[in-house]
């Protein structure tokens, strides 16, 4: 293979998370661009249904931070605001989880949620980050190879 194509698959094979929804700035972000932020770290265990207890140690920006700097569509100043704001996280094989703002929100559940960029030492540049929720036990929402997390302010007029 020549040298510029197996560049070309080297870049494909980058994994990007696409911000999107109610957000100022909307992006694509990639696993390098979220060492730009404050790197948090967590070790963890959690419950999983099918394969027992699980240890792993990630690395990552919080989920706050990240999604705080796409300028979400809530007035900061009126804390009411953000309690109608949903996240909605993908990942590659389609599993879903859903989360309120408030969850991750310093002014409310203050979860230290990470949005991973490595575990157990490994960069996740290509497998995605992963999402990591030191205060769950079950292990289901640690959302791997996220692929787009949606910021929803829609029900704020429901019903
Ligand atoms: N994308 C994706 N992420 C996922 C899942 C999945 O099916 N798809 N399963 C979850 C479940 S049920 C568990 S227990 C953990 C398992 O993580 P591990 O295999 O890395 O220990 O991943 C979670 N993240
Ligand atoms: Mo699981």
Same mark, same amino acid.
């Given at each position: ?12 094979? !980058?994994? +990007?998370? !696409? ?27 959690? +419950? ?6 699980? #240890? #792993?140690?990630?690395? %990552?920006?919080?989920?706050?931070? !990240? ?26 094989? %389609? #599993? #879903?989880?859903?989360?309120?703002? &408030? +969850? ?22 290509? &497998? ?22 949606? !910021? ?8």
């Amino acid at each position: 293979m020549s040298r510029t194509r197996a560049a070309a698959r080297t870049t494909a094979a !980058v994994a +990007e998370v !696409v911000l999107a929804g109610d957000l100022a700035r909307p992006s694509r972000l990639t696993v390098a661009d979220l060492l730009g932020w404050p790197q948090q770290q967590a070790e963890v265990a959690f +419950e999983c249904a099918t394969s027992g207890v699980r #240890h #792993h140690r990630f690395t %990552g920006p919080l989920l706050h931070d !990240v999604l705080s700097a796409a300028g979400p569509g809530f007035d900061p100043a009126r804390r009411k605001d953000r309690l109608r704001f949903l996240i909605a996280l993908t990942g590659t094989d %389609g #599993h #879903h989880s859903l989360m309120s703002w &408030a +969850e991750i929100d310093p002014d409310f559940g203050r979860a230290p949620v990470l949005l991973a960029a490595t575990i157990d030492g490994a960069p996740l540049d290509r &497998a995605g980050p992963q999402l990591v929720l030191p205060q769950d036990r079950c292990g289901a929402r640690y959302v791997s190879g996220i692929t787009a997390i949606r !910021v929803d302010g829609g029900y704020r007029s429901w019903p």
